[in-house]
């Protein structure tokens, strides 16, 4: 039987923006709404198997409705940036998902939603409509079924007009005079003051209607008979506004809703571009492709391998000299613990399946020699992961020479495929098969027999060989050779150093810091439940939103379809109010301090070392940033004590030395200061004055001494806001102020220092120009959306062109410190050794004797990475711990 699904797409888009943590891709592009609204979808599609399917848009904000009432919808907010530029992604994802959408000016996705249900119910098919506004339960009937979602939009509730019945006690229609009575605040219906939900269901079931109800005030008493009276044309209006308007002109015939499933030519592409890898698994297509929905591959080119035993070892020993490129193959996400497979060592016309039961033999030792000698170039794929890999193997690595994941980054880092699969397909070479598809995924992984294994290295290694000059010409015509050779493949060897070296761990420490936390998470506990007056989970939000709200009496900041909501945003309102909300938070913020970085910690101490092996990535952030893995070492939360207490348990890993660590001092305003040129930035650096103090002086208008703490406060947010492209929505969030004071704020900002706001003009028109913006270093940043129609994509595009510049530079200079710090200590022939990198920060462990030349050799070699017109500037400490070195 044929089935219609109609879905209100800014009903269901908004609720999946509010409801999902923020998300973005490797681009940068905001996608959490994107993504709460293709999960709800991808599971209507499986449970519900519609034959037809359609999702309606508002276009625009003005109305038929607003004719009459210029007030209608009037008190919503702007919708943020952060949501708007997620439209025109959502109507691309439909297309490419094979669904048809539709919106019309003048009208909203409901009136073209229950014009679609009234055509359906008289043609006599089965309509399900998916929305989060109750309104849509008038054009429910036998025939049609209205699913609310719930939860976000992680759950629907479905109505039929029994279950509505059984719900208001009103039939379908009567929903509008129920809206009519008590009016709607999101839609800034008026309805009639005074009258809510329960009385206006009341009156309806003694009445019936509002026109009824309005006939009958002669029967009724007090405030409510004088509301009514007065407010009768309100509520007529508001009836009328709250009615779906069933007879929009629309062009949508059946034919052109109809559905035949996900297409996974188009679908596959557009989930890897939003990098929804795991909805790409959850997939399955029948076209061939595996059960990420990957695209059966193309006829392979068969290639012929050695595979290398001890009796023709020799064949491969004496072609080392002539070997070009080499794959490492290992499973397992962390190379730390990771287990070798074998590898492909490749000259120009042979390739050898070398297994890593024969390298470890004692009659390879001379294969092994050459992986050790750092004089012989390696050229290969995720070089540090190999180098990782073998360490713990037992066998040494050196000698990389190019990366070719590594330079696919650089040439492009919001490629969302660099694996050889997808740069030989970008590079239009032989297609070589996928990972997944030879090894299977998650379960299925399985190891295959030697040559399907040494056959498939060998074409990884084949496309290796053939994309290497590729990449060269690129990284010259794009002059980026210094930036591959000189810092990020020198940066690749000293990150696995840093890694093998490992972190010491204090477990004694770490675990009574567990003692600690648990005994003040006790305390809290206990004096939650003495002020709550009884005992509740407070990990419930259902139970904590009784005990604040229904016994405490806290004004309700914000509901959800379940009841309160209890969110870090709404108990910060709340502090004021009462004292309870403040030991909520405490208890809050302990609870996850002791899960994540107290168990978590204890479970990444490796037996054999004492120490934590963090992972860093080079390959992960569009701006340049390291990634931290296994564990993150960079999430450690410093704003609370009790979070910097973990550094504690951070120690020496030998008796008597210390922990060093070194700051870059406001390292993204300097480079804003410098690219901008701007004299009010340059003149606070130059005279080293507190840029935040200099920054609301100049934007308040007021001396340094009348400088508060507030304006202090909103400056900083303000400025860290202008490197990280913020909206005047998240600065009204971060500040806790509206949207139109914090826009204010801004323009103030910007009219202080109008030499940011060229800088700000000059680089939108530079990418729109050239189609990417680069750092001091030329790290490049493509930006495909800056020339874009839509309005959102384009303005995302604009604010990535702002920001990338000041925080890629920044990366790219404290990755310059490392490489400088690495051949300083070398050069000094020091014993101090480089741990650890955490945003701007390096940390050192250091000899006592070495303590005094290390103070003062890592500022300096930090402040002189990159020659600016203003400072760079590194704050240095050292203690018995990373948290004293604080």
């Known amino acids: 039987m044929e089935k219609l699904i109609l879905i209100d797409g800014n009903s269901i888009i908004y609720r999946a923006f509010f409801s999902m943590p923020p998300l973005t891709n490797s681009s940068g592009l905001h996608t959490n709404a994107v993504y709460g609204f293709t999960n709800m979808l991808l599971r209507l599609i499986q449970e519900e198997r519609p034959t037809h399917m359609l999702v309606a848009f508002d276009a625009g904000k003005v109305t038929f409705r607003h004719e009459g009432y210029q007030e209608y919808k009037g008190g919503r907010d702007k919708t943020p940036s952060e949501l708007s530029e997620q439209f025109p992604l959502m109507r691309e994802l439909l297309e490419s998902f094979g669904i048809a959408w539709f919106e019309l000016a003048g009208y909203e996705a409901d009136d073209i939603i229950g014009t679609l249900t009234k055509r359906a119910e008289e043609a006599g098919q089965e309509v399900l409509v998916v929305t989060g506004d109750k309104d849509m339960l008038q054009v429910v009937s036998d ?34 005079d129920l809206k009519g ?65 069933r007879e929009v002109p629309v062009e949508r015939s059946w034919e052109e809703m109809k559905f035949d499933g996900i297409q996974e030519e188009s679908a596959v592409p557009m989930l890897r571009k939003l990098e929804f890898k795991s909805l790409l698994e959850r997939m399955s297509f029948a076209g061939g492709g595996n059960a990420a929905g990957e695209a059966a591959p193309a006829e392979q080119v068969e290639i012929e391998v050695t595979m290398v035993t001890q009796d023709n070892l020799s064949e491969l020993i004496a072609d080392l000299s002539n070997i070009e490129g080499i794959i490492v193959e290992s499973y397992g996400d962390n190379p730390h613990q990771a287990t070798m497979m074998g590898m492909a060592l490749s000259t120009a016309s042979r390739h050898y399946y070398l297994p890593f039961d024969v390298l470890q033999e004692e009659y390879a030792a001379e294969a092994r020699a050459w992986l050790a000698d750092e004089h012989v170039p390696k050229r290969g794929y995720d070089l540090h992961r190999v180098d990782l890999v073998l360490f713990w193997q ?48 998650g379960a299925k992984f399985k190891v295959p027999e030697p040559e399907e294994l040494s056959r498939h290295l060998a074409r990884k290694a084949d496309a290796l060989l053939r994309i290497l000059p590729l990449q060269r010409q690129d990284l010259a015509k794009y002059e980026m050779e210094r930036l591959f050779y000189d810092l990020e493949m020198p940066l690749s060897r000293i990150l696995a150093d840093m890694e093998k070296q490992g972190v010491a761990v204090n477990k004694e420490a770490l675990k009574e810091l567990g003692v600690e936390f648990e005994a003040q998470i006790s305390k809290l506990v206990t004096r939650i439940y003495e002020i709550a007056g009884q005992e509740f989970n407070i990990n419930s939000t259902k139970q904590l939103g009784e005990i604040l709200f229904d016994k405490l009496g806290l004004p309700v900041i914000k509901k959800t379809k379940t009841g309160y909501s209890t969110d870090a945003e709404v108990l910060e309102k709340l502090a004021p109010y009462h004292e309870i909300v403040q030991f909520i938070l405490e208890y809050r913020q302990l609870a996850k301090l002791q899960s994540t970085y107290v168990e978590g910690l204890l479970k990444e101490i490796s037996p054999k070392t004492g120490k934590v092996h963090t992972y860093f990535r080079q390959t992960i952030a569009a701006t340049g940033r390291l990634s931290s893995q296994y564990p993150n070492l960079q999430n450690i939360p410093i704003r609370l004590e009790e979070g910097r207490k973990i550094r504690k348990v951070f120690v020496p890993s030998e008796e008597g030395w210390f922990i060093l660590a070194a700051d870059y001092s406001q390292i993204e305003l300097r480079v804003l200061a410098h690219i901008s040129g701007d004299p009010g930035l340059q003149e606070a650096f130059l005279h080293d004055m507190d840029i935040h103090t200099k920054t609301a002086m100049d934007v308040f208008g007021v001396g340094p001494d009348q400088v508060d703490a507030n304006m202090r406060r909103s400056a900083k947010a303000v400025n860290f806001g202008i490197v990280y492209g913020i909206s005047d929505y998240g600065l009204s969030q971060n500040l806790n102020i509206t949207r139109k004071e914090a826009a204010r704020f801004i323009d103030q900002y910007f009219d202080a220092f109008q030499g940011v706001r060229r800088y700000m003009d000059d680089i939108v028109k530079e990418a729109k120009r050239d189609g990417y913006v680069k750092t001091l270093l030329e790290r ?107």
């Open 780 to 886: 490049r940043r493509y930006l495909p959306e800056i020339n874009a129609s839509n309005f959102n994509l384009r303005s995302f595009a604009e604010r990535t062109a702002m920001n990338t510049p000041i925080q890629g530079s920044a990366a790219d200079i404290i990755k310059l410190a490392m490489v400088r710090m690495d051949e300083e200590l070398y050069k000094h022939g020091l014993k101090s050794r480089m741990l650890l990198q955490v945003h701007d920060e390096l940390v050192f462990e250091v000899p006592p004797e070495e303590l005094e030349i290390m103070s003062k050799l890592v500022p300096e070699t930090m402040g002189k990475a990159l020659e600016l017109s203003v400072p760079l500037k590194a704050e240095v400490s050292s203690g018995l711990n990373w948290y004293e070195a604080k």
């Open 143 to 176: 025939r049609v079924k209205v699913a609310l979602t719930r939860k976000g939009v992680s759950e629907v509730e479905p109505y039929d007009p029994q279950q509505i019945e059984e719900k208001y006690g009103l039939k379908p229609l009567q929903i509008i």
């Open 181 to 245: 009575l008590m009016g709607d605040t999101s839609d800034n219906i008026p309805g009639v003051p005074g009258i809510g939900e329960k009385t206006a269901l009341k009156l309806l079931h003694q009445f019936g209607s509002v026109e009824e109800v309005l006939a009958h005030t002669d029967e009724l008493k007090g405030k409510m008979k004088e509301n009514l009276v007065n407010h009768a044309d309100d509520a007529r209006m508001s009836k009328q506004l709250a009615t779906i308007f």
């Open 394 to 441: 037992g066998i040494a690595f050196a000698g990389a020479e190019h990366d070719v994941q590594l330079a696919a980054y650089l040439l492009d880092p919001t490629e969302s495929d660099q694996t050889l699969s997808g740069l030989a397909a970008k590079y239009h070479l032989s297609p070589v098969p996928g990972d997944d598809e030879v090894y299977g995924k």
